[in-house]
């Protein structure tokens, strides 16, 4: 998508910011590695952050039903 339609998206962001062609590359880039390196940490971790907290609402309720 960027290959195809840089030219149009640097017309449509030089609208509201003053950037070099160079400037806008390097940012577009960078942004592309943050949301990817993001999706990349969220996939890897969800499995191991839901299965904690699974695990802790079961030992809630586990305790709950020994005390009564």
Same mark, same amino acid.
Not at 4 to 10: I, K, N, P, S, V
Not at 39 to 49: E, F, M
Not at 52 to 68: E, K, V
């Given at each position: 998508?960027?290959? %195809?339609?840089?030219?149009?998206?640097?017309? %449509?962001?030089c609208?509201?910011?003053?950037?070099? $062609?160079?400037?806008?590359?390097?940012?577009?880039? +960078?942004?592309? +590695? $943050?949301?990817?390196?993001g999706?990349?940490?969220?996939?890897?971790?969800?499995?191991?952050?839901f299965g904690?907290?699974?695990? +802790?609402?079961?030992? +809630?309720?586990?305790?709950?039903?020994?005390?009564?």
């Open positions: 998508m960027f290959t %195809l339609a840089h030219d149009w998206m640097y017309r %449509l962001n609208r509201w910011f003053k950037l070099s $062609v160079e400037t806008f590359d390097a940012l577009h880039y +960078a942004g592309m +590695a $943050v949301y990817k390196i999706i990349l940490l969220l996939n890897s971790h969800r499995s191991s952050l904690l907290s699974f695990r +802790a609402a079961f030992h +809630a309720t586990d305790n709950w039903r020994h005390t009564n």
